[in-house]
């Protein structure tokens, strides 16, 4: 089956510094990919659709500039979370779109990032 | 606009016991439905997954799934639940290509001794 593959899976940031996490569809291509955040004990929250060479779509309340998306190819998608603070610390997780239309999402396996 | 209820919060079950959680979706037509199990701290990982066809599907790890399109429900079932199957299980809806999954909440599953 299509592999997901998520970096880092986990990190630990300074306050105020930047973090990366990359999300690579190894073995397809993925025109689409989704990145959803997700809080203890709770459901996977949208917040953006990436599309490979356009600008990602940002879901309502979520901030564009400090969460930057690129989709600059169609095997990898990246979030970089800005000037980090402890409310940013969650569990981020990145689906890729399947192939052949069915709407059928692989997913990483997920990012903790810890802000202190 | 689409949404996804799982009304059972925290389930707890005995182990061997049957197991059957609850997933009632809301939207126009038949969308694509899914049901994810979660471990803590880990990625997703696909049960099951209905497009079309047989009502009933079969799915990983002695799971199984049935759609009830008069009931808009797509309940996850299995006979006999082992220690391992407790984690979060997430019922989802697709309902074109490009779009995002829609998810439930999710539900607890606790096996007890």
């Known amino acids: 089956g299509a592999v997901v593959s998520q970096h880092p899976s986990w990190v630990i940031c300074k306050s105020g510094t930047s973090v990366k996490i990359e999300c690579r569809s190894l073995d397809f291509q993925a025109t689409t990919m989704f990145w959803y955040r997700q809080f203890p004990k709770q459901s996977l929250m949208l917040m953006a659709t990436?599309?490979?060479?356009?600008?990602?779509?940002?879901e309502q309340g979520v901030e564009k500039d400090k969460f930057l998306i690129n989709h600059a190819s169609l095997t990898l998608s990246t979030l970089t979370v800005t000037s980090a603070h402890p409310e940013d610390s969650s569990f981020y997780i990145c689906?890729?779109?399947?192939?052949?239309?069915?709407?059928?999402?692989?997913f990483g396996q997920g990012t903790r990032l810890t802000v202190v | 606009a689409q949404s996804v209820t799982q009304p059972d919060i925290h389930i707890t079950v005995s182990e061997g016991a049957s197991l059957e959680l609850r997933c009632n979706y809301s939207y126009g037509a038949t969308p694509y439905l899914f049901w994810y199990v979660q471990s803590p701290g880990q990625g997703l990982q696909l049960l099951l997954k209905?497009?079309?066809?047989?009502?009933l599907v079969q799915g990983i790890k002695g799971f199984e799934a049935e759609f009830k399109r008069s009931q808009s429900s797509f309940n996850l079932r299995k006979p006999s639940v082992h220690w391992s199957d407790a984690a979060e299980y997430f019922c989802?809806?697709?309902?074109?290509?490009?779009?995002?999954?829609?998810f439930g909440k999710g539900t607890t599953l606790s096996v007890s001794s």
């Open positions: 990436s599309n490979e060479g356009s600008k990602a779509t940002y």
């Open positions: 689906s890729a779109d399947g192939v052949g239309g069915k709407t059928e999402a692989f």
């Open positions: 989802a809806v697709g309902v074109q290509a490009g779009t995002a999954l829609i």
């Open positions: 209905y497009f079309s066809g047989d009502t």
